[in-house]
Structure formats: structure tokens, C-alpha cells
């Protein structure tokens, strides 16, 4: 009888290791899959600022140019040159 429930509580607890083992390689592969997810949208963040800074930096060329063009025609409208 005392073999009975040692060898029962065995393959209880065999059992309970291989659906360990099962959930530990199935939670491995999600960790995986996140990490890649991950590392690419760390990758998509960085080209979006790199973007960001260039279309800044356009920006401010094409205010200096506006108000460039404006200080223009101001001076041809009006004869007089803006202090600028």
C-alpha cells in the first residue's frame, strides 16, 4: 500500500514537472517573441525621432525664409527696410 502512494505521488508530481517544463518553454518562446517586438519598435522610435529633428530643423529654415520673403516685399511695398 505505502508503494502504491509513493509511486502515485511520484507520477503526480512527474507529471506536474513536465507541465512545468511545458509552460516554462512556451512562456520562453513568448519572452523571445516580446523581445524581438521589442527591439524593433525601439528601432521604429529611433528613425521616427531622427525624422522629427530633421523636419525641426526644416521648419526653422522655412520660418527664417518666410520671414525673409516678408521683410522683402515689406521693403518693396513700403520703400523702407525693417530693422531685422
Do not use: P, W
Not at 511545458?22 to 527591439?39: A, F, I, P, T, Y
Amino acid at each position: 500500500m505505502y508503494h502504491v502512494c509513493v509511486k502515485n505521488d511520484l507520477e503526480e508530481r512527474a507529471s506536474d514537472a513536465t507541465g512545468a517544463e511545458e509552460q516554462v518553454k512556451r512562456l520562453s518562446g513568448e519572452l523571445s517573441s516580446l523581445q524581438d517586438q521589442l527591439r524593433r519598435e525601439k528601432d521604429r522610435v529611433s528613425q521616427v525621432e531622427k525624422q522629427r529633428s530633421g523636419l525641426e530643423a526644416q521648419l526653422r529654415e522655412l520660418q527664417v525664409l518666410s520671414f525673409s520673403i516678408v521683410c522683402c516685399l515689406l521693403f518693396v511695398i513700403t520703400g523702407t527696410l525693417l530693422k531685422c
